[in-house]
């Protein structure tokens, strides 16, 4: 029994040594007895430091109320499985603790477990979960997590704001429920290639607003697992504005073809006008009873030929109307024949 104990003190007093772990025995006072060489590793304290100064002189100024409560529940024959606090280092940082203590007679027997970086860990993570929390609620453009089944599992508040819908009133539903019949087929397309082939970009559908009117929205995709993140924003007004000036184009197309077609009537009319003026005037001539036979043929002549080239005009009009292309020609030099 007694090698049992000696070896036993042997090993425990190793275990003291190397232990990366603050260990300590902690008097009734609130000063260690003693403590291990962890001290000087972890917070650059040596043992003489540490046995010299109270606990609540090393302990971060936010947290010695809190360790005080901790300190009565252990006077009182509780021990403590997990407690942290921040202690100071010899440069006057601190590290975050978890601390194990159990009474034993009048003292109290303590290990503590430097947690800084799990500690350092969590605070980024919790940053990283705020700011992505605020991203979520503040962002104008809607956010969504859909499932593969085409369920959404989460959006955004932007959804009252752009759709009318409260989130709670989209949760749980199909994107069947709020996309236009006509583009079910298309978004149920775009949904798949989104799961097995590739994310989208600036994939458009219309959404029907809470109160009946449609929205048109973009959405860019990522996916994970069977789970698709999207982003939608709402380009109503961009396809308004192309609407708009697409109408503004295609009237614009109209007003310059009325005005070419204004063109071309005022020139055939010329033309005609001119055609006429020769045919009128020889048969004018015609009538006359004077005429000799060389005459009269060449009157004759200038009305065929005026019919030939009224002939040529009409099937360039004919030609302009089935969109072929014109053959200038000119009518500006008909002469009259002469008496």
Wanted: aromatic letters at 10%; hydrophobic letters at 35%.
């Amino acid at each position: 029994l007694q090698g049992r104990v000696a070896e036993s003190s042997i090993t425990g007093s190793r275990f003291w040594q190397i232990s990366p772990d603050l260990l300590g025995v902690l008097k009734a006072d609130g000063y260690f007895g003693s403590c291990n060489p962890a001290w000087t590793a972890v917070l650059g304290w040596t043992e003489d430091e540490v046995r010299s100064m109270s606990i609540f002189e090393l302990l971060h100024p936010e947290d010695r109320e809190r360790t005080r409560g901790g300190f009565e529940h252990l006077k009182r024959g509780n021990p403590i499985l997990r407690f942290e606090n921040r202690y100071r280092r010899k440069d006057s940082g601190y590290n975050w603790f978890a601390w194990a203590a159990a009474p034993l007679g009048s003292d109290y027997y303590c290990c503590g477990r430097d947690i800084t970086l799990e500690k350092e860990q969590a605070i980024a993570l919790e940053a990283t979960r705020a700011e992505r929390d605020r991203v979520w609620k503040n962002s104008r453009d809607l956010l969504v997590i859909v499932g593969s089944d085409g369920v959404y599992r989460a959006v955004n508040p932007a959804w009252t704001e752009i759709l009318g819908y409260a989130p709670d009133e989209v949760i749980g539903h199909s994107f069947l429920d709020f996309v236009l019949p006509e583009d079910a087929d298309l978004t149920q397309g775009g949904l798949d290639t989104a799961v097995s082939v590739r994310d989208l970009t600036n994939f458009e559908n219309r959404y029907r607003h809470k109160d009946g009117s449609q929205r048109w929205i973009s959405w860019h995709t990522a996916t994970e697992g069977d789970l698709v993140y999207a982003y939608g924003r709402d380009v109503s007004q961009r396809k308004v504005a192309q609407a708009e000036l697409a109408q503004a184009q295609e009237a614009l197309r109209q007003s310059q073809k009325m005005e070419a077609i204004g063109q071309l009537t005022g020139g055939v009319a010329h033309d005609f006008n001119n055609l006429l003026t020769i045919i009128r005037s020889s048969a004018d001539l015609l009538r006359r009873p004077t005429l000799t036979e060389d005459r009269r043929r060449r009157y004759v002549d200038a009305i065929s030929d005026t019919a030939d080239r009224a002939a040529k005009l009409t099937g360039q009009l004919l030609a302009f109307a089935r969109r072929q292309a014109l053959v200038p020609v000119s009518y500006t030099h008909l002469t009259l024949p002469t008496i």
